[in-house]
């Protein structure tokens, strides 16, 4: 019994202890919102600063993991849809994989251990050497001089380093692609860009216009739906094209 309320006890105090340094977060991220607009003036030079740690300096790590990240998974997926004739497919599936999926998280854990580790040494290291306290006597708010320019670089820097990840992944995949898979870059672009698109069913401008339902008729029925649009799969990789339903 006193085992079981010893554990419990523990239980309870490491939950205490997340909620307090969850709420911790929240309150400096709210202070840092609040104090944008009237110190952001004032702490431009800064946030330039901290652009270049945020933004120039992981992007070797983010470059170099991307280009080999997309390698792997196209070497991987390649091998085993090769072995059914589909090995144009793979740049479908890479290009949802990166820059929907992997590649936003890939680039949160490389800036979260390179520069977000950084940062929480240097603002402890102040803190422990009290020059946090000697901000607070000089009437500097701590959150506007230290967190606000890191939280608005890592906001601006974080999703420009994910779009280059991606793109460099893309890149490895098609280098992939046309060494060991014997993928026409042409074809492996085409479908990546097509993966990509807001409607993926019907991929081509053209397609989307003969896809239109017809305006004419009368007003008193409902419009036709519009036919089904899929992509040709001749090997010759032509041209989406538009199937009506039967």
Do not use: H
């Not at 901290?50 to 992007?59: A, H, K, M, S, Y």
């Not at 993991?65 to 144009?88: R, S």
């Not at 803190?127 to 946090?132: D, I």
């Not at 479908?191 to 409607?199: I, M, T």
């Amino acid at each position: 019994m006193v085992a079981l309320t010893q554990t419990l006890a523990d239980r309870g105090r490491a939950v205490r202890e997340a909620v307090l340094d969850a709420g911790f977060g929240l309150t400096v991220l709210v202070r840092s919102a609040t104090r944008l607009v009237p110190d952001l003036r004032l702490r431009w030079r800064f946030l330039l600063d901290q652009l270049v740690v945020c933004g120039v300096t992981p992007l070797p790590v983010v470059g170099i993991v991307g280009v080999f990240t997309g390698m792997l998974l196209a070497l991987q997926i390649g091998i085993e849809l090769q072995a059914y004739g589909q090995a144009e497919r793979l740049s479908d599936i890479l290009g949802v994989i990166l820059f929907r999926e992997m590649g936003p998280f890939m680039t949160a854990m490389i800036l979260t251990a390179s520069v977000g580790a950084g940062m929480a040494a240097e603002i402890g290291t102040m803190a422990v050497s009290e020059e946090l306290d000697g901000l607070e006597c000089l009437s500097i708010d701590p959150v506007s001089f230290l967190c606000l320019p890191r939280i608005l670089a890592l906001a601006l820097m974080a999703p420009l380093l994910t779009f280059i990840g991606n793109v460099l992944g893309v890149l490895g995949g098609a280098i992939v692609c046309r060494t060991q898979l014997s993928v026409p870059a042409s074809i492996y672009f085409r479908n990546v860009f097509d993966s990509l698109r807001a409607d993926p069913d019907c991929p081509r401008r053209s397609c989307r216009a003969r896809c239109k339902p017809s305006s004419s008729g009368s007003s008193s029925r409902p419009s036709p739906a519009p036919p089904a649009c899929a992509r040709a799969a001749a090997p010759s990789g032509s041209a989406a094209r538009c199937a009506a339903p039967s």
